[in-house]
């Protein structure tokens, strides 16, 4: 383990005071590297998190550029930024938060041709993505890579979010494609059909990073084989155990 830098050690003085991380885990994030699906509601603040707590190395993949709508939530992008590739945005104000990250900029759509290839490059993966398509081809190439997949999703007032660890053993170790085996998009169900609350991506970020970071150090219980509902309406979390299907198309032997 390398030695943490006198800046590390005042940059990071309230990780190392926890026994739970010290030393030993803020070096486990500075050598990490993660891959974000998505640099938008999710990503913006999942991204500034993982950034402020030291992951290393973060790659960022999205096509888009920011546009004003987007501002109403998603807080790695300001107004200077509409019309720039929301990889450049994010990556400047990761460096203008904490310059000591290195991030990857992907500005290309992860497809079935590149998603091993980039997954194969990182310990864990976190999906921000807003499509059903993205989503269960994360699951499927992490399922085959064995690398943890910590998704998230949002829409409206409600959010949800867990762990993917199918590759372990056990029947409490669910796919996505166990509990979403359906591969066809819901009609008007984006955030551009149905609206999403502001602050609604901020909660569910800012949760997806921790489960990042429990994974990373091995704090805590890992999200793996439970979901977790936020309403945001009703200030109400719900968690239920999710268990592996015998019929899935992805992770049944």
């Not at 499509?131 to 959010?159: H, Y």
């Not at 704090?219 to 977790?228: C, D, F, T, Y």
């Not at 309406?233 to 015998?246: I, L």
């Amino acid at each position: 383990m390398e030695e943490l830098t006198d800046n590390q050690i005042e940059r990071y003085a309230r990780h190392l005071v926890l026994p739970e991380i010290d030393e030993e885990g803020q070096a486990k994030l500075l050598a990490a590297k993660v891959l974000i699906i998505g640099a938008g509601g999710l990503g913006s603040p999942l991204l500034m998190y993982l950034a402020a707590a030291g992951i290393g190395t973060l790659y960022i993949a999205d096509v888009d550029e920011v546009d004003l709508s987007n501002l109403q939530r998603q807080i790695a992008h300001g107004t200077d930024d509409v019309g720039k590739a929301k990889v450049r945005s994010a990556a400047e104000t990761i460096s203008t938060l904490n310059p000591e990250i290195t991030t990857i900029e992907i500005r290309e759509k992860i497809t079935t041709e590149n998603a091993a290839h980039w997954i194969g490059q990182v310990d864990i993966v976190a999906d921000g993505s807003d499509n059903l398509a993205t989503r269960q081809l994360m699951n499927e190439v992490c399922f085959r890579r064995k690398k943890p997949l910590v998704s998230a999703a949002i829409t409206r007032f409600d959010g949800q979010l867990t762990t993917f660890k199918a590759f372990e053993p056990g029947e409490d170790r669910p796919c996505y494609c166990c509990l979403f085996p359906s591969t066809e998009e819901v009609e008007g169900r984006s955030c551009s059909d149905v609206g999403v609350f502001a602050t609604l991506p901020g909660v569910m970020g800012s949760l997806q990073a921790t489960e990042v970071i429990k994974e990373i150090t091995g704090v805590g219980k890992s999200m793996a084989g439970n979901l977790l509902f936020y309403d945001a309406m009703e200030t109400r979390f719900s968690t239920f155990a999710v268990k592996r299907s015998e019929n899935c198309k992805v992770c049944s032997s």
